[in-house]
């Protein structure tokens, strides 16, 4: 009788159900519980179409909540390391000015250079970081640009620097600028503002810090 059951359900747990149907074939209410379990743990063999169609599910909605927040987070970090960074370039020009006695930086790839940098010269004053200096002049989801300007006699009186988003509504959502006035402004589309003389000037937004 074992051995029958025991090569019908083809596993231990037949085995185990046709012990505990010969020790309880009197009926005995001890055995009987345990002995629907068994039976029941030897028809569940994985999970039912629909119970893995709800793990789908709920793992679906989860990912719909979570990754909005996440895409925001980042694009606020992002935003926070333009600033940054445009600060840092703001910092790099007036120090340039200072060193070589030709005004502001002709572009910003003027401000750094190739790492290791060195020794500086006013090609490569190595100021800034080769990430803002350097092609692609991008860093944190933004790319970043300076250029010299109101020349005279070979003189760079002003500068106009951008950051803007690689990625508009994923890397960020506002482009940044600033000029040799060190005030920082920002858009909300997150179209580049331009590096023409006074352009940074036009942009009604300010940033609160400045």
């Known amino acids: ?23 309880g074939r009197g009926y005995n209410p001890f ?9 029941t743990m030897s028809k569940q063999r994985g999970f039912s179409l629909i119970e893995l169609l709800v793990v789908v599910a709920i793992i679906l909605i989860i990912a719909a909540i979570a990754i909005p927040n996440l895409l925001r987070a980042k694009i606020a970090a992002n935003e926070s390391s ?5 600060r840092t370039i703001n910092t790099a020009e007036v120090t340039y000015s200072s060193s070589w006695g030709a005004g502001y930086a002709p572009t910003v790839d003027n401000l750094g250079g190739v790492a290791p940098c060195g020794p500086a010269t006013a090609v490569a004053s190595c ?9 692609p002049y991008t860093k944190s989801g933004y790319a970043f640009v300076a250029v010299g300007n109101n020349a005279v006699g070979g003189i760079n009186n002003g500068f106009e620097a951008n950051a803007t988003p690689v990625a508009v509504d994923v890397t960020g959502k506002r482009a940044f600028c600033s000029d040799q006035t060190g005030v920082l402004r920002a858009n909300t589309t997150g179209v580049a503002i331009g590096t023409a003389a006074g352009t940074c000037a036009t942009v009604l937004t300010l940033l609160v810090g400045n």
């Open 31 to 39: 055995w009987r519980p345990i002995f629907l379990v068994v039976k």
């Open 82 to 86: 333009a600033v940054s960074s445009l």
């Open 127 to 135: 100021i800034i970081d080769s990430a803002l200096s350097v092609a």
């Open 1 to 23: 009788m074992v051995l029958e059951q025991s090569s019908t359900d083809g596993s231990s747990l037949g085995t185990l159900r046709a012990l505990l149907m010969c020790v």
